[in-house]
């Protein structure tokens, strides 16, 4: 079964709207956690690295007061999208590192965003 | 420049036929390649590992080949079904634990139709 927990998997909002996507780890406790974001028929492109009880590690050209990451607890990564305008349309995917054990990172569903 | 490139973009085969997938890297250093499948619209799941030591690994119809030598990785799925269709990303970490440095390929495109 699904060990990283995605939510909400489609929104759609308006332009100027900000908008939380949560990610939680369902079975274990993830320190780190990843953010990623996908265009169509392209590949996952990292966006920041959420650290848990510290800031999070930003890729070069992301936009750390755009894409606002919270990681509070060690189930739970927040990305909190700031007025969002329609070329942040784009599918966002977090994965989670299982500690202490060979599991390649797990991901999460994916979450769809559509801003009009 | 660390790159993953995978061929063909995208492929369409009649079911229970098999294919194979290509997947060629400039990763430097190498710590592992995976393969993923990811369904439309679904986050992607891991398919197999490899180390530089290893050549092959199978996971069901699915068989994953490592040549470290020239840096290619080549996915065979055997007797495609329906649900195969999906796009399949050939993953390259150039360190075991530095999540945060692989690097994605493109991904192939694959349709299985009836």
């Known amino acids: 079964g699904a060990v990283v927990s995605q939510h909400p998997s489609w929104v759609i909002c308006k332009s100027g709207t900000s908008v939380k996507i949560e990610c939680r780890s369902l079975?274990?406790?993830?320190?780190?956690m990843f953010w990623y974001r996908q265009f169509p028929k392209q590949s996952l492109m990292l966006m920041a690295t959420?650290?848990?009880?510290?800031?999070?590690?930003?890729e070069q050209g992301v936009e750390k007061d755009k894409f606002l990451i919270n990681h509070a607890s060690l189930t739970l990564s927040t990305l909190t999208v700031t007025s969002a305008h329609p070329e942040d349309s784009s599918f966002y995917i977090c994965?989670?590192?299982?500690?202490?054990?060979?599991?390649?990172?797990?991901f999460g569903d994916g979450t769809r965003l559509s801003i009009l | 420049k660390n790159q993953v490139e995978q061929s063909p973009q995208s492929l369409i085969i009649l079911e229970g036929k098999n294919c194979t997938l290509q997947?060629?890297?400039?990763?430097?250093?190498?710590?592992?390649l995976r393969w993923y499948k990811q369904d439309t619209g679904r986050g992607p799941v891991s398919l197999t590992i490899?180390?530089?030591?290893?050549n092959t690994k199978s996971n069901g119809r699915y068989t994953a080949t490592l040549d470290a030598d020239t840096k290619q990785s080549s996915l065979h799925i055997t007797a495609s079904q329906l649900s195969d269709s999906a796009s399949y990303i050939c993953?390259?970490?150039?360190?075991?634990?530095?999540?945060?440095?692989?690097?994605f390929g493109p991904g192939t495109s694959l349709s299985v139709i009836p």
């Open positions: 994965s989670a590192i299982k500690p202490y054990s060979n599991q390649p990172q797990h």
């Open positions: 079975d274990f406790q993830a320190t780190t």
């Open positions: 959420s650290n848990e009880g510290s800031k999070a590690t930003y």
């Open positions: 997947c060629n890297y400039t990763v430097s250093p190498f710590s592992n």
């Open positions: 490899m180390t530089f030591s290893e």
């Open positions: 993953v390259v970490s150039p360190h075991e634990t530095s999540y945060d440095k692989v690097i």
